[in-house]
């Protein structure tokens, strides 16, 4: 499976609207009709880059259980890390997803999330010297 940036984006989206510090499986629900094969990777995807870490227990765990390609998401807390939030501040720019997709939509995470960054301080320099 292929990294998608624009669902990464919208399950971003649901950390930063969440009016709490922490979201769970349940302030997925519209993805809850989706693939959980979809969301799993790109969810472990962002924990495994350091973007998105569960609270409960020392392990950082989201709870997720997988076998024979069925999951059991438990309702343990997720929060977005530092990092995270960094890019998930970018990504969510219209303009920065757009150039993601159109230019990078094959590079690896790693190199997206520098790439991401990147393009948002750019944007912030620009406005500076306005």
């Not at 799993?40 to 995807?45: A, K, P, Q, S, Y």
């Not at 973007?51 to 977005?80: A, C, F, K, M, Q």
Request: charged letters at 25%; glycine letters at 6%; hydrophobic letters at 40%.
């Amino acid at each position: 499976m292929r990294v998608d940036y624009e669902y990464i984006s919208k399950i971003l989206d649901v950390f930063l609207n969440s009016e709490r510090t922490t979201v769970d499986w349940n302030d997925f629900y519209p993805f809850h009709s989706e693939s959980e094969d979809r969301f799993v990777f790109h969810i472990e995807i962002l924990r495994d880059k350091g973007l998105v870490s569960g609270v409960r227990g020392s392990d950082n765990t989201l709870g997720i259980n997988g076998i024979h390609g069925e999951y059991y998401i438990s309702v343990v807390p997720w929060r977005l890390t530092a990092d995270g939030h960094d890019f998930a501040s970018a990504i969510t720019k219209p303009s920065v997803l757009i150039a993601i997709k159109n230019k990078f939509k094959t590079e690896g995470i790693g190199a997206v999330i520098e790439i991401a960054k990147k393009i948002a301080v750019k944007q912030a320099e620009k406005l500076l010297d306005v």
